[in-house]
């Protein structure tokens, strides 16, 4: 991953396209996908839309497969956009991979960015086109959010992706304030009625101390497994694994959690990585948190710092983070360090 291809950050008049590779806006939502207009506008920069981001497509994605492949072909190959925006997560990024023209895509380097599924996606652009991809907001769940998007969020997505000569190269991450995972139903647009109620954040909690340094590797469980063997897959080692986890009613219980963490010790994944940041997960209760943590200090054998409660993932906000970014950890300093 050292010789990815770090895209230029975005300019005030920069155009933002907005895709979606895998599920989609519901025609139902479509406030949401306004909402992200306004904000992103606000903020300096125009929108475009592809063609698939408020189709209803099949029930799980936002189109064919040719469509789908179609937008992020269109909003590589057009000189305007300078971000490749996703709309939202999903399951089906994977279809796509085998269609994808990375030799266009290494040619015109932009910024891409999304979280959750968008993991198989982000992994195909960084082993394939050599592009530094970028772990953060999706625009319908956080540009979209009422009554605007979430300033922590905001000042990370900056910090990330903005030109901005006042930024420092390097940063410290300091925990949130607050956060939240509430849904309010957009269907029946109760998210448009009042903000989402926030939880005091009682910071980060490090199950295994010391200090590390190494290259960031974001990832969601589930999407990351799909790759486990397949061209697509980054090696890990030498990697600090930012973890994305959740349980996902008629999806992913805690089960199969335990499952997918096994197979990931099975391939290497947790003896090759130098450090370990779990983002808050998402759907738990506070006794499956523990059992999770303490699988996760078993897997490891606690070889390298871990952290947890980090502000990645399914929970809001979130942190943007850039893949091969080099990231230093230090519990006793209670840092977590992006540095340039």
Known sequence: MNNLTVPSKLKKGDLIGIISPSAGIHPKAAHRIE?????????GF?????????????????????DRVADLHDMFKNPEVKMVLTATGGNHSNHLLSYIDYDMIRKNPKIFIGASDITVLHYALNTQAGLATYYGPCAASQFGEYPEMLPYTKKWFDWACVENESFLPSMDVEASEAWTDEFLDWFQK????????MIKNHGYHWLVGGKSQGEALPACILSMNRLAGTKYWINPKG???FFDVLISEGEINEALVDALLTDLKNIGVFDEIVGLVVG?????????????YDQLQELTQKKYPIVTEFDIG???PLVTIRYGQKVELDSSTNQIRLLG
């Not at 448009?192 to 109620?197: C, I, K």
């Not at 808050?280 to 999770?292: D, I, M, N, S, Y």
């Open 239 to 241: 990697k600090i694994l």
């Open 46 to 66: 125009r929108v475009c839309l592809g063609k698939s981001v408020m189709s209803e497509g099949v029930s799980y994605v936002s189109g064919s497969i040719e």
């Open 190 to 197: 109760l998210d448009q009625v009042r903000p989402r109620e």
């Open 314 to 316: 399914h929970t809001d």
């Open 35 to 43: 909402s992200v207009k306004k904000m992103i506008e606000k903020m």
């Open 280 to 292: 808050r997960p998402q759907g738990f209760t506070e006794k499956a948190k523990k059992v999770l």
